[in-house]
């Protein structure tokens, strides 16, 4: 008779399949993938200035009106560090700024435009009335008054107004350029009332200091 082995059969050994290889180690890369980009997320962030309320242009911040936190800024925008709070304390709000914005250079200012004792007007010129160079915030200026449509000369000086560029803007429309200009107090209706004619021309004078 037959002699029975009962010995227990060793179990047959299991195929690893080779994309549970690939599911792990794509798991394991998308891991090291996520840390990396959170601490890269971590290191691009810095501490900027924030409103903290509304602020109308030309009212003077103060210290509650700024609070500091750390975000991710758009390399496009030049914000203000958080470092600088303390300095900008007592500096005078350039445009209208709004609760939960970011401050930028741009936006605080240590004088106002005008200042006191000047006023500003806005001149519209056409190419034939001013350089062909382009003017700049800051450069100084004389308008001068021109002849009439009849083209009258006379032997007396043109009125002439010194003046300093504040802002430039072109109309794309007509071509034209409008130059707003700080004059002193006193010049402002003379010269505002000689633009409207359009008998004008603007002098952009040394650029040396």
Do not use: H
């Not at 840390?35 to 290191?43: E, P, W």
């Not at 100084?140 to 449509?149: M, N, S």
């Amino acid at each position: 008779m037959p002699t029975l082995n009962n010995s227990p059969r060793p179990r047959p050994k299991q195929r690893r399949r080779p994309w549970v290889f690939a599911l792990c180690a794509a798991l394991v890369a998308a891991g090291a993938l996520g840390t990396a980009f959170a601490f890269t997320s971590i290191n691009d962030t810095q501490e900027v200035l924030v409103v903290s309320q509304d602020i109308k242009r030309g009212e003077t911040i103060e210290a509650g009106d700024l609070s500091v936190v750390r975000v991710s800024v758009d390399p496009a925008l030049s914000p203000v560090a958080g470092s600088q709070k303390a300095e900008l304390e007592g500096s005078r709000a350039a445009v209208d700024l709004r609760a939960g914005t970011l401050l930028t250079e741009e936006a605080a200012t240590d004088s106002l435009v005008p200042g006191e004792g000047e006023s500003l007007v806005g001149i519209s010129l056409t190419p034939a009335q001013m350089p062909s160079e382009p003017l700049y915030a800051g450069d100084a200026v004389r308008i001068v008054t021109t002849p009439g449509d009849q083209g009258e000369v006379t032997n007396e000086d043109p009125v002439t107004v010194e003046a300093v560029v504040v802002a430039v803007s072109r109309v794309q429309e007509t071509g034209e350029t409008v130059v707003d200009v700080s004059v002193p107090e006193g010049d402002a209706a003379d010269l505002a009332a000689r633009a409207a004619t359009g008998r004008v021309a603007l002098v952009l004078d040394t650029r040396e200091r």
